[in-house]
């Protein structure tokens, strides 16, 4: 019962089982829920619960991980879900903002810029977390530039 709960909770109730992009899937399905959050309780509430799923999936991650047999499997996308919210989590409530932001998102995750290829070298499930979350900071910083500081979009 317990593994399965961890299954499903990795694989954002099978999300992570896409046969094509996985964690692209999983980033937009991470996207209505990062809207509702920050529009019914703020910027500041969307970037606490970015936290606390990329905190609490660790010991997660690693249990999957272990349980699978394979390092960083690619269905496991929780890491999506915390790393996707952290990118919108100063981004303006409009499309073009959150798709500015997935887009960064996407980009500094799967091309593993440094310090996200780092972060990703670390061991186990804060392996699997940390990359993302790095990934998801730039891309907040880059777009809280973009929006804040040239007023775009």
Do not use: N
């Amino acid at each position: 019962m317990a593994m399965k709960v961890t299954t499903a909770i990795a694989t954002v109730f099978g999300v992570g089982r896409a046969p094509v992009a996985p964690g692209t899937a999983a980033s937009l399905v991470a996207l209505p829920f990062a809207w509702l959050i920050a529009a019914s309780l703020g910027h500041l509430a969307l970037f606490c619960c970015a936290m606390i799923v990329g905190v609490a999936a660790i010991p997660l991650c690693t249990t999957y991980e272990r349980a699978v047999g394979r390092i960083d499997p690619r269905e496991c996308v929780i890491d999506e879900i915390a790393g996707q919210w952290l990118a919108c989590a100063f981004a303006p409530l409009t499309w073009k903002s959150y798709a500015l932001a997935f887009a960064l998102f996407r980009l500094f995750d799967i091309t593993k810029i440094w310090p996200v290829s780092a972060a990703e070298r670390l061991k186990g499930g804060l392996g699997i977390m940390a990359d993302d979350l790095v990934a998801g900071a730039y891309a907040a910083a880059i777009a809280a530039a973009l929006f804040f500081g040239w007023g775009w979009p």
